[in-house]
């Protein structure tokens, strides 16, 4: 059985921190994706990264950066430099053929 | 290219009506989703159609829920008597084949007072 696990519940930091979102995962299978989506006020899902359970290379999107680790299961998701427009929902999911699982999500709020 | 679309973006049923949400895949995309989000929760898989098939219902959570995709074209999902525990955003997404990214829809907020 899949379960992905974001422990934080609710972040807020002021503009300008640095934050970071946890995800823990657990799967039996070696073949696996995982992803993180941004739900923003006005509800749609956006996605912002998948990566492929034999990379393990960490990734930099401009203020957006990653960090898988299979020997402690996580693909955290760091934001540097927060700014207002990052408030949202952030959901880390895994998915396995086409099964695909959320965690529960981590609202995070950038105050000015 | 349009994206994945979702209607109403809003909905307010009683207890016991009947509601029909609707999703309009990415052209050519023969797979769709559709998931749930209730009360702050995870966001929960419902079922996976490949084109008019239904490939996975395991998620479905009682009969009072029906997927159709006629056609293999766009979806319904109909909850019908609608209860209270559903309230919550209904997602849709597509792909176009196993094992590549989904599109997300912006959701059907239901609301059942």
């Known amino acids: 059985a899949q379960k992905v696990t974001q422990a934080q519940t609710e972040i807020s930091v002021v503009e300008k921190e640095d934050v970071t979102l946890d995800c823990v995962y657990e799967?039996?299978?070696?073949?696996?994706?995982l992803f993180w989506y941004k739900q923003p006020p006005s509800g749609e899902l956006v996605f912002l990264i998948r990566r492929n359970s034999f990379d393990e290379q960490n990734e930099i999107s401009g203020r957006y950066s990653w960090n898988f680790q299979k020997s402690t299961s996580s693909f955290n998701f760091t934001i540097t430099a927060s700014q207002v427009v990052d408030s949202a929902v952030y959901f880390c999911a895994l998915r396995e053929d086409n099964d695909m699982r959320f965690g529960a999500g981590t609202r995070l709020t950038v105050k000015p | 290219e349009a994206g994945v679309t979702q209607f109403p973006s809003h909905s307010v049923i009683e207890k016991g009506q009947t509601v029909t949400l609707r999703c309009d895949p990415i052209s050519g995309h023969d797979n769709l989703y559709w998931y749930r989000r209730v009360m702050g929760k995870e966001i929960k898989f419902l079922l996976h159609?490949?084109?008019?098939?239904?490939?996975?219902e395991s998620g479905m959570p009682n009969n009072r829920f029906l997927a159709e995709r006629t056609g293999g074209t766009y979806s319904t999902l109909k909850v019908q008597p609608a209860e209270l525990e559903d309230s919550g955003v209904y997602f849709c997404a597509s792909s176009s084949r196993q094992g590549s990214g989904y599109t997300f829809g912006s959701g059907t907020r239901l609301t059942v007072v």
């Open positions: 799967t039996r299978d070696t073949t696996y994706y």
């Open positions: 159609f490949v084109k008019e098939s239904k490939q996975d």
